[in-house]
């Protein structure tokens, strides 16, 4: 299809678009199943919208693209204003601080992402079969909104290798960075993992996970019409917690679980930790079609090893037990290499508009990928796993 029959429109919420229409695009593969991913599914960003934890006052600000032929909604793209970097997980706060001690300015900037989520996932949404046209009109729309605004910068961010290799080849910046996911190699058991560890990694987790269960409690995994409103109390004080102590004041607001308690527990694994009867701590996590996201943790009491136990074991359990083949944990930590999540690759997309700046950020990417492969390489060879059957 010609593009020039492509007719771009831009949202400024998703309450411009029928769910039915945006999620033809986001999760295609839902009609018969759940999506790869809940992340860009209309109902996850519009309750994000609807709760007020982007928007107005936030720094976020919805500017979603959708492609248009004869009418028929054939792509999409979360799109939003950034007055800040942060909530984004793709760092690219030493980016504004030079271009800005250069005398331009960095933000306002437009950014394709899911807020406050580093988790990979199409970021072009196409109806199948028009992935090509699609990503060449999102792109292009993206880039003259940009230019026209006189705006320094548009991000991709945790997009797939297979958008970052079509957006190198539309002109696009590529970053790579790296996270740790844990894989199931069709382990029938929690100890058949274990059993491919080496023999003192192997122990260091047993000795984990015996000392989280000395707690004095319990620990139930939760998801549907399982999960309570209450649970959710809860947990908003554990998420509190945490983000007071992180980044100063949570990204999401209350209002937002109230609006995953309505739309999607079905999404949802929430793993809570309770004692005498009341939660202590828990893990948030989402469900997708063969993998498991762990997002936000909390605890308002402190115990040795509960931590591991409610993110990284739990979530183990649940993905061999339900027949996921991963489970990705979020951004950063190498702490979580001794606990079987190795490091891979993730992937980011920018077009920078001042020349000189866009050739210096070039370069420092196309270093800069190298050493990530090269620490990716490190990091693997020093994991948990056995190297042979005769160095355990």
Avoid at 20 to 41: I, L, N
Avoid at 238 to 262: M, N, V
Avoid at 303 to 315: I, K, N, R, V
Wanted: hydrophobic residues 40%; negative net charge; proline residues 4%.
């Amino acid at each position: 299809m010609d593009q020039t029959a492509i007719e771009i429109t831009v949202l400024s919420g998703l309450g411009d678009i029928a769910a039915a229409d945006w999620d033809a695009c986001a999760c295609p593969e839902a009609a018969v199943g759940r999506p790869r991913d809940p992340f860009t599914t209309h109902r996850f960003l519009a309750a994000l919208e609807r709760s007020g934890s982007v928007g107005a006052g936030t720094g976020w600000q919805p500017h979603h693209l959708v492609a248009r032929v004869d009418g028929e909604v054939i792509a999409a793209m979360p799109l939003y204003a950034k007055s800040h970097s942060q909530g984004e997980y793709i760092f690219d706060h030493g980016w504004a601080d030079a271009l800005e001690r250069a005398g331009g300015r960095y933000y306002p900037k437009l950014q394709s992402a899911v807020p406050f989520t580093p988790v990979t996932g199409r970021r072009y949404l196409t109806r199948p079969g028009w992935e090509v046209a699609g990503r060449a009109a999102l792109t292009q729309a993206m880039v003259q909104i940009a230019a026209d605004n006189a705006l320094s910068s548009a991000h991709v961010t945790f997009c797939t290798a297979e958008e970052a290799e079509a957006g190198r080849a539309m002109g696009l910046l590529h970053r790579v960075t790296q996270q740790f996911h844990w894989e199931n190699r069709g382990y029938a058991g929690f100890e058949a993992f274990l059993g491919q560890l080496s023999s003192r990694k192997r122990k260091a987790i047993r000795r984990e996970r015996a000392g989280a269960a000395a707690f004095g409690g319990t620990i139930r995994r939760l998801s549907g019409a399982a999960i309570r409103p209450e649970h959710w109390e809860a947990f908003w004080a554990f998420y509190q917690d945490t983000g007071s102590r992180k980044w100063g004041r949570p990204y999401l607001t209350r209002e937002f679980f109230d609006e995953i308690h309505e739309t999607m527990c079905d999404d949802v694994l929430l793993i809570l930790a309770e004692r005498d009867g009341r939660p202590v701590a828990g893990a948030l996590n989402f469900l997708g079609s063969d993998t498991l996201y762990g997002r936000y943790w909390g605890a308002l009491e402190d115990h040795p090893f509960l931590h591991f136990e409610c993110c990284y074991y739990q979530a183990i359990d649940h993905a061999i037990a339900h027949g996921l083949s991963r489970v990705e944990a979020g951004a950063q930590g190498e702490h979580k290499l001794a606990r079987g999540y190795l490091p891979v690759e993730t992937h980011s997309l920018h077009w920078i508009a001042e020349p000189s700046f866009r050739a210096a950020i070039a370069r420092y990417l196309e270093a800069d990928r190298h050493a990530v492969g090269s620490e990716i390489a490190v990091l693997t060879d020093y994991g948990p796993f056995r190297k042979t059957e005769s160095g355990d």
